[in-house]
């Protein structure tokens, strides 16, 4: 797969996240045919997530407000992806001030690629003309409201992220690239004792060392994967906006990734509009977990089926919510 990128380091991370960990499992999607309809996809970076679900679906919503990584999705999704497609430009909800182009999907290996609709705003509580949000050049995953953002949790569960991939061997779908950096890394990892009791002085006192190190290595690297961000204002829309500006009925799946604005999105959803949406599958980091998880069963027609960790000791979690079969 030749991607275009904003940062190269977040690449793989997701890639594996997406494609080989099936973080979206066909479970989550539709029915047992592991397709689905409609997938709004708010927070789609750079269009891995999207890519994911075009193959999976019959239309696909993909938001993101940061110009860079926008013009990453619309070239990966459209011109890479689909090649033999049509990329057209248009103006897709002018009644809801939502932008974008619409990249219509190609056959691929016999099964029919989505519609993609590609906006570049972000997504909020309420419809706004101009908002703030910060970029990461150098880690553009890690974008978000700028009111939302959080550098001491995102070193954190960096460092999580990171002792708990270089666990294993670099065969998997750790997200790690191969270099000699990763591979002195995972050295280190291998002299930390963890919980066992049955470690020997020396090896207690080398674990110290080596957890030690790995972790002022860590947040030297995330110290320079945070600098240079900026703050750009973005038009945001809501999810409902969204839902009216493509005229839909349904909505098969909701996935909401966007750095500790989960919240912000979900308030987004009119009343009326919860009814139309199937799933959701949303990232949510901790400070808004209960909460999250109290929206959702608000609504009185889903029930969280799963809430996964992400990874290690980070505070991140995967909330899935599917709606109730009625009885």
């Given amino acids: 797969m030749r991607l275009r990128y904003v940062s190269r380091a977040d690449v793989k991370f997701m890639h594996d996240e997406i494609f080989e960990r099936e973080c979206y499992g066909c479970a989550a999607i539709a029915d047992a045919a592991g397709r689905a309809g409609v997938v709004i996809d708010v927070g789609a970076n750079v269009g891995l997530s999207a890519l ?13 407000p940061i110009p860079r990584t926008f013009a990453a999705l619309v070239e990966n999704v459209g011109a890479r992806e689909n090649r033999g497609g049509e990329t057209t430009t248009r103006d897709a909800a002018t009644t809801c001030g939502v932008r974008g182009v619409e ?6 290996d016999g099964r029919g690629m989505a519609t993609v609709y590609a906006h570049d705003v972000g997504v909020g509580a309420e419809r706004r003309d101009a908002a703030d949000f910060v970029e990461f050049p150098r880690a553009a995953g890690w974008a978000t409201r700028e009111n939302a953002r959080d550098d001491a949790e995102t070193t954190e569960n960096l460092i999580a ?24 890394g995972r050295w280190l990892r291998a002299r ?3 919980d066992d009791d049955d470690a020997t002085p020396l090896r207690r006192l080398a674990s110290v060392i080596a957890s030690f190190v790995l972790r002022v290595a860590v947040r030297c690297v995330a110290a320079y994967m ?3 961000a900026r703050v750009v204002k973005r038009p945001v829309v809501t999810v409902s906006d969204l839902i009216e500006a493509h005229g839909l009925d349904s909505v098969d799946l909701l996935k909401i990734d966007v750095e500790r604005a989960e919240l912000d999105v979900l308030n987004g959803v009119d009343e009326t ?4 949406i199937q799933r959701v599958h949303l990232e949510c980091h901790d400070s808004n977990f209960d909460r999250a998880v109290e929206v959702l069963k608000s609504k009185g027609a889903f029930d969280v ?16 919510a599917s709606r109730r079969v009625a009885s």
């Fill in 52 to 64: 994911w679900f075009a193959a999976r679906s019959d239309v696909v919503i993909a938001c993101e």
């Fill in 103 to 108: 990249i219509k999907g190609a056959a691929r």
């Fill in 161 to 184: 992220y990171v002792l708990d991939a270089l666990k294993g061997d670099g065969g998997g779908d750790d997200g790690l690239e191969s270099n000699v950096v990763v591979g002195a």
């Fill in 305 to 320: 089926v799963r809430v996964d960790a992400l990874f290690g000791s980070a505070r991140l979690r995967n909330i899935r």
């Fill in 273 to 276: 509009d919860w009814g139309k």
């Fill in 226 to 228: 945070l600098s240079g």
């Fill in 192 to 194: 930390v004792a963890d």
